[in-house]
């Protein structure tokens, strides 16, 4: 029998979370990458590229989700006054009404699972993400 790696559980258990947001997301006629994109969009406006960073997206998908999102009426875009180089994201008032969809099913799972695992579990869980993180930004050869 062979040994369950780390990697393998990382990737059986994101695949059910995301196929799970995605399942309620489209309840919302929307998609996970959207809801997450609408929960990291700041009031004073997000810098596209600060976007991409924190969400572990490529330039290309996220620029092909942005226009999605703009053709949606989701976000618009503003010159950044601070840097004529980038451009800010903002929500439109729709755009704020979604994301408030987003953040009740985030909530709501994470009011699951916190129902289901002790304190000391969630701060274990922590830890050990943190290591797995931490350890994957200096391994060179995979």
């Known amino acids: 029998m062979r040994k369950k790696t780390i990697d ?4 059986s258990t994101w695949n059910s979370v995301s196929k799970m947001y995605n399942k309620e997301a489209n309840k919302y006629n929307s998609t996970m990458a ?4 609408l929960l990291n969009i700041d009031a004073e406006g997000t810098a596209s590229t600060s976007l991409g960073k924190k969400l572990g997206m490529e330039a290309t998908s996220l ?3 942005l226009n999605s999102m703009e053709e949606k009426n989701l976000i618009m875009r503003s010159p950044n006054p601070n840097d004529g ?8 008032s729709f755009g704020k009404s979604k994301r408030n969809d987003s953040r009740e099913v985030v909530l709501k799972f994470n009011n699951v699972i916190e129902k ?3 304190s000391v579990q969630i701060k274990h869980f922590f830890e050990v993400v943190n290591c797995i993180k931490e350890e994957s930004k200096k391994f060179e050869h995979f």
């Open 34 to 37: 959207t809801g997450f994109v």
């Open 63 to 65: 620029s092909r989700l």
């Open 8 to 11: 393998a559980a990382l990737r």
């Open 85 to 92: 180089r980038s451009v800010l994201i903002f929500l439109t």
């Open 116 to 118: 289901r695992l002790t």
